[in-house]
């Protein structure tokens, strides 16, 4: 495996870092060949790892695709790299995108993958695939307006436009917004109420969410009927604490 992204553990936290600043992190078929081989062991990593922080090393967080390695051969099919994202988006774990600097195109894509959108008042979000006459192929025209509404998506898709962090705040494109200075403490705080709830019931409640994306109500209440999970292991424990508090 490559060191295009780093691995650190502890406490139940797993931080996944792109790991190629002197790119401001651009994605090569090598970053996603690392982050493959992390994805593939954190989801069997679920009695350990109960919630997964993808950032970025350097002065940014993604500066998007790699532009020098567009049509060069990877050996990889050519829908690797958005299976990649997509077995992002189906980790077991709540998975945080801690963002700073810039988070543009391939990297935005890779970000909305996420669960989560943690950002330092620095961050900046952009979609230029039409500066270089691209199109998104990672996920940016099926999940952008599923995040912030498609009049929106339109604007940053069709413009080019710079979001500033307050912004993207604004269009729920970020979940917890960071003032200057503070991004470690705040994203800090969410980790540790994410781990104190139930792994158990995160991990169904994301799973459920997944299953019944798309489908009418009444066939998301049956499917969440009978494919119920049921209750943690600790379920008695921790209404047992509850009692005696």
């Known amino acids: 495996m490559t060191q295009r992204v780093l691995r650190a553990d502890a406490g139940g936290l797993c931080t996944l870092t792109l790991n190629r600043p002197d790119k401001r992190n651009a994605l090569d078929t090598e970053a996603f060949e690392a982050l493959d081989a992390h994805l593939g062991a954190l989801e069997c990593a679920t009695a350990s790892v109960g919630c997964v922080v993808l950032r970025g090393a350097g002065e940014c967080f993604c500066a998007g695709a790699d532009l020098k390695g567009i049509g060069q051969p990877t050996g990889h099919p050519p829908a690797y790299k958005p299976q990649v994202i997509e077995r992002l988006g189906r980790l077991p774990q709540p998975v945080i995108a801690a963002v700073h600097g810039i988070c543009y195109t391939g990297g935005l894509e890779l970000a909305l993958a996420c669960d989560f959108i943690v950002a330092d008042a620095s961050a900046r979000f952009a979609d230029t695939h ?14 952008l307006p599923r995040r912030i509404g498609v009049p929106a998506a339109k604007r940053m898709m069709m413009t080019g ?3 500033t962090a307050a912004a993207a705040e ?3 494109l970020v979940d917890l917004l960071a003032p200057a200075g503070t991004l470690e403490a705040v994203l800090e705080g969410f980790v540790r109420e994410l781990l104190a709830n139930s792994w158990h019931t995160n991990f169904a409640a994301k799973r459920m969410m997944l299953e019944a994306d798309g489908l009418p109500l009444a066939q998301a209440l049956a499917r969440g009927h009978y494919c119920h999970p ?6 008695r424990e921790r209404v047992a604490a509850f009692k005696r508090e």
């Open 130 to 143: 039409g500066k270089w006459g691209l199109v998104g192929a990672w996920g940016m025209a099926e999940r």
């Open 170 to 172: 604004s269009i729920g």
């Open 230 to 235: 049921g209750h943690a292991p600790d379920q």
């Open 161 to 163: 436009s710079v979001v």
